[in-house]
T-cell receptor, first 112, second 110 residues
């Protein structure tokens, strides 16, 4: 069964902390994505990666960075967490062109 | 990019068909149309996708107009569990970027 797994479902962090959100997919997909979702704003793309060590900025990359050292793993990093980064974060992956996109269950991050 | 436009909300009666429209007038020839839904607090769930032909699976049917500028997702017999936000998306053709709009909030009434 295909799966995108996000390491943490719920996190509470303090302002200024460095936060790592991990995502692993078991489908050998080339493309991986990080979104955040906020009420009334829909899903907004933070970063995506189309290959190992490759990344591109999405619509709201400020305050975030990513790492893709292995094909199956895509990490989102908040260098210095701020309260406006409180949100639900969604990881997704997709294979070759036209293939289905699979989402993880989401990580709810609260920054206090 | 192929921007999609959906009505913000719709409702239908349980047991009836739910028809959710989507406009994607700037879609290019090799861009697929995907439909997802999201129930509160969960990640989006894949429903169906298509390129130019109509598609059907165990969850829904997808009707794409001949000019590919719009599509309709059909839930043939809506149930209360189909209450969710439905997203129609179409990837960019060059950089594999996915762009989600605000979606349609479907309410299925008992």
């Amino acid at each position: 069964d295909v799966k995108v797994t996000q390491s943490s479902r719920y996190l509470v962090k303090r302002t200024g902390e460095k936060v790592f959100l991990e995502c692993v997919q078991d489908m050998d997909h080339e493309n991986m994505f990080w979104y955040r979702q906020d009420p009334g704003l829909g899903l907004r793309l933070i970063y995506f990666s189309y290959d190992v060590k490759m990344k591109e900025k999405g619509d709201i990359p400020e305050g975030y960075s990513v790492s893709r050292e292995k094909k199956e793993r895509f990490s989102l990093i908040l260098e210095s967490a701020s309260t406006n980064q409180t949100s639900m974060y969604l990881c997704a992956s997709r294979g070759a062109w036209g293939n289905t996109i699979y989402f993880g269950e989401g990580s709810w991050l609260t920054v206090v | 990019d192929a921007k999609t436009t959906q009505p913000p909300s719709m409702d239908c009666a349980e047991g009836r068909a739910a028809n959710l429209p989507c406009n994607h007038s700037t879609i290019s020839g090799n861009e697929y149309v995907y439909w997802y839904r999201q129930i509160h607090s969960q990640g989006p769930q894949y429903i169906i996708h298509g390129l130019k032909n109509n598609e059907t699976n165990e969850m829904a049917s997808l009707i794409i107009t001949e000019d590919r500028k719009s599509s309709t997702l059909i839930l043939p017999h809506a149930t209360l569990r189909d209450t969710a936000v439905y997203y129609c998306i179409s990837p960019m053709d060059s950089s594999y970027k996915l762009i989600f709009g605000s979606g349609t909030r479907l309410l299925v009434r008992p």
